[in-house]
Every structure is written in C-alpha cells, then in structure tokens.
C-alpha cells in the first residue's frame, strides 16, 4: 500500500471521486439555497427565474449521484457499505499531513 506522501506526490488524492464528491456536495447545497430563495421573494419573475435554475440544480444532482452510483463512489442504496467507504475515506484524510 502506498505511503500517504506517495500518493501525495502522485496526486492520487485529487481523483474522479473527489471532485464528483464535492461537485454532488456543492449541487445540494443550490438546491437547498434555490428552494429557500424562492420562498423569499413576491417577483413572479425572479421566482420564475429561481424555479428554472432550482430544477438545473436538481438535475445536475441526479447526473452526479447516478455516475457516483454507477462507478461504485457512493452506495445510496447500502448504508453499511457507504458507511466502510466513508470510514476509509477518513482514515485517509487523517493521515494526510497537516501544515502547522
């Protein structure tokens, strides 16, 4: 098994994976923001405007979620399983070096 800086030097810790994490992360985080700025305003057009990028949102969601299914990254449908791939994923991230 590769050493924490190998993989470091060989850039393994920037993979699909990590972005499609952090792109399904930042995709939930519009869709609740779109939700919560719809409710907040009276402009029929400004809601119209939020509604169309609410539902690009939710779409740009489900296109993440399912490759991350797809290829095994996130296991939805298995909590157990989600659960050992998070820990691991953790226990990475502990021994990555920390600047002090």
Wanted: charged share 30%.
């Amino acid at each position: 098994m590769a050493s924490i800086l190998d993989k470091i030097n060989n850039k393994e810790l920037i993979n699909d994976e990590v972005i499609a994490t952090d792109l399904l992360v930042t995709s939930k985080a519009a869709v609740r923001s779109y939700a919560v700025a719809i409710t907040e305003t009276a402009s029929p057009k400004v809601h119209k405007i939020l509604k169309k990028q609410l539902d690009e949102a939710i779409d740009l969601h489900h296109q993440v979620a399912t490759y991350m299914i797809e290829n095994e990254m996130y296991h939805a449908y298995d909590i157990e399983e989600q659960v050992d791939h998070d820990m691991k994923k953790a226990e990475l991230a502990l021994e990555m070096p920390t600047n002090k």
